[in-house]
């Protein structure tokens, strides 16, 4: 079994940053790749961002290229979601996915690609 806890969610001004952090544990195995994805009050949920463990390989949403950034620190077993420029659209329950099943990274944004999920972290943007 495997545990993601979020944390680093809060609440800032449009135009603000945060930075979300994601700890994996328990399983000894290596994640192929750890996503991020969110929803927002009466949309369904939607891909964010994901990163690959081996190659670094990264993929993000189309609204969130070029103002947020994910990375890892393989050693830490982390990942984390660095969000600039946030928007009152950016509010949402962002949550962390890892996958152990190896998919191309096109299929990264499907959230059915990933096997376990964190409890979600809130984010919340004010105009």
């Known amino acids: 079994q495997v545990q993601l806890v979020e944390s680093g969610g809060g609440s800032v001004q449009a135009g603000g940053s945060l930075r979300l952090s994601c700890a994996a544990s328990?399983?000894?195995?290596?994640?192929?790749?750890m996503g991020w994805f969110r929803q927002a009050p009466g949309k369904e949920r939607e891909f964010v961002a994901a990163i690959t463990w081996s190659g670094g390989s990264t993929k993000y949403a189309d609204s969130v290229k070029g103002r947020f950034t994910i990375s890892r620190d393989n050693a830490k077993n982390t990942v984390d979601l660095q969000m600039n420029s946030l928007k009152p659209e950016d509010t949402a329950v962002y949550y962390c996915a890892a996958t152990y099943t190896r998919v191309v990274v096109a299929a990264l944004s499907i959230d059915s690609a990933y096997n376990y999920w964190g409890q979600g972290t809130q984010v919340t943007v004010s105009s």
């Open positions: 328990g399983r000894t195995a290596r994640q192929y790749a």
